[in-house]
Structure formats: C-alpha cells, structure tokens
T-cell receptor, first 115, second 116 residues
C-alpha cells in the first residue's frame, strides 16, 4: 500500500461548489503539506502543518482552508470553487530531523477540474 | 528572497547517453538543501537526490548525480546512461534553513524526452 494516499484521484466540479480533498499517510510523519501544480509554474505551497495543532498558510492560501484531523490526516477544502483553481493538487509529508535535509514524500495527486 | 530557476523547458537525449538538467538558485541563507524530484506522466512526484550546502562532495544516487557549484549557485542534475523510463518532468527544489520559513520552493521544471 502507498505511504501517502489522496482521495479522490480525479474530480470534476462546478463553480461555487464546496469540495474537500483528503490526504492520509502511514509514514508517521508530523509534517504535512498541500501544493498545487500548474503548467509552467512548478509546485506552489497552499498550506502546511507541523503537527495537529499547527496550521500555517503558504504562498497561495486564498480560497482554500485545511483541517488536520489527526497526525495521519490532512484535508484541503475549496470553500467555493472557481475555474482558476483547476490544477493538480499534491499532498506531501516529511520527517524533519533538523537542518536542510527535509525530504518530502508525495501522494499520487488529485486532478481537479472546475467548470 | 528565495528563488529556483530552471531555464530548460524541454530537453531531448538519446538513449544511453548522459544528460544535464540545469538548476540555479538564489538565497542569502548559508544553510540550505537542494533537491531533485522526478514526475513521470502518471503524475506522482519521486524524490531523486539531495545536496546540502555544507556537503563537500557532490551527491550521487545510482545513475543520478548532482553537480553542485556553490559559487555559481547552480545544482545541475546529471543522468548517466539515459533510459526510456527517464522520460519525465524534473523539478529542482530548495529549502533554506534560516530564512526559508520552513518551506521548500520548486522550480518550474524541465521535461526530458529520451529517444530510442
């Protein structure tokens, strides 16, 4: 089984709808992240969490919210979806142990299309 | 401000040849880490290799090596003996310890095509 899972893998929704993307991990990592990927822009950080009680905004958090239900679960919500939120969304985890060597482990991604 | 630049949107390489994917970075932080990730057409992101700013030697992982030139602020990925399965998007990333705000930033990526 994959260490980092995301559901759904693909989602089509309409403008104005609220949707939730879910991420679960079995790696036992404290740190979890949500990114979006757009063509030509690489990955951009939406939100990150260093533990269950710690939630932080990334560079593009407007229009998104998150919930860290447990160490293993980190959900991303689009309160009112709009077409420019069409993107590939990744959840990632890391086992930070100090210094710069924080390797992130990514889920398979969720392809979201907002019509 | 932290920045990662990948200037090659696409690259072609003949199977079994070596290829270099360019990455330059900008940070004033003396302590940072550099990463390369691979994204095949299936979409997942796969960690390839890591280089720390204080590491004296270039990192190597199998057919992957990182050509780290600190003074030039470059961290190029070298793939030796290319295989068809190496066709993918490749992302360079950086994490600055003291000034990066605990965030990893990514370049725009380079798409590599391996020709048979």
């Amino acid at each position: 089984d994959a260490d980092v899972t995301q559901t759904p893998r693909n989602r089509i929704t309409k403008t104005g709808k609220r949707i939730m993307l879910e991420c679960s991990q079995t790696k036992g990592h404290d740190r979890m992240y949500w990114y979006r990927q757009d063509p030509g822009l690489g990955l951009r950080l939406i939100y990150y969490s260093f533990d269950v009680k710690d939630i932080n905004k990334g560079e593009i958090s407007d229009g998104y919210s998150v919930s860290r239900q447990a160490q293993a679960k980190f959900s991303l919500s689009l309160e009112s979806a709009i077409p420019n939120q069409t993107a590939l969304y990744f959840c990632a985890t890391s086992d930070f142990s100090g210094g710069a060597s924080e390797t992130q482990y990514f889920g398979p991604g969720t392809r979201l299309l907002v019509l | 401000a932290q920045k990662i630049t990948q200037t090659q949107p696409g690259m072609f390489v003949q199977e079994k040849e070596a290829v270099t994917l360019d990455c330059t970075y900008d940070t004033s932080d003396p302590s940072y880490g550099l990463f390369w990730y691979k994204q095949p057409s299936s979409g997942e992101m796969i960690f390839l290799i890591y280089q720390g700013s204080y590491d004296q030697q270039n990192a190597t992982e199998g057919r992957y090596s990182l050509n780290f030139q600190k003074a030039r602020k470059s961290a190029n990925l070298v793939i030796s003996a290319s295989q068809l399965g190496d066709s993918a998007m490749y992302f360079c990333a950086m994490r600055a310890v003291n000034t990066g705000g605990f965030k990893t930033i990514f370049g725009a990526g380079t798409r590599l095509f391996v020709k048979a």
